[in-house]
């Protein structure tokens, strides 16, 4: 008789995010923040996540940028569509920045900062990927 064996596989969350509260669409954050952050976001293709027991998905749509030179991929991505939140600990926070790449982990205060000083944003913060419910979203 074979023996079973069971695969555990851990993912690896080692990237940066921060919650952007802000009352104008997508496209004008990523505006401010390609002047802010010195990126050039472009519209990417939408993040489609399935619920558990349904058939269709709910798509978020995503920013994002790649810096060859420092081989860090930046996302901007909704967290609220169709009533159905991407993270839904923080209800509070309309945009997701997710930072993945070579950028040192001491820079995410320089980071912050320079969200917080996009005018129309009304707030900003850092989201511990590791204590949220939904991180396996964030696998890309």
Request: charged share 30%; aromatic share 12%; hydrophobic share 35%.
């Amino acid at each position: 008789m074979a023996s079973k064996k069971k695969l555990l596989i851990q993912n690896d969350y080692d990237f940066l995010l921060f919650g952007i509260s802000c009352g104008e669409k997508l496209y004008r954050l990523c505006w401010a923040l390609n002047n802010q952050l010195n990126v050039s976001f472009s519209k990417g293709k939408d993040m489609e996540i399935a619920e558990k027991n349904q058939e269709v998905q709910t798509k978020f749509p995503v920013f994002s940028f790649r810096d060859e030179e420092t081989l860090t991929d930046y996302k901007v991505i909704l967290n609220k569509t169709e009533n159905k939140f991407l993270v839904p600990e923080y209800k509070q926070a309309d945009y997701l920045l997710m930072i993945q790449g070579g950028i040192p982990y001491s820079e995410r205060s320089s980071i912050l900062k320079k969200i917080k000083e996009v005018a129309f944003v009304q707030t900003s913060f850092e989201i511990d990927p590791r204590k949220i419910k939904s991180k396996e979203s964030f696998i890309f």
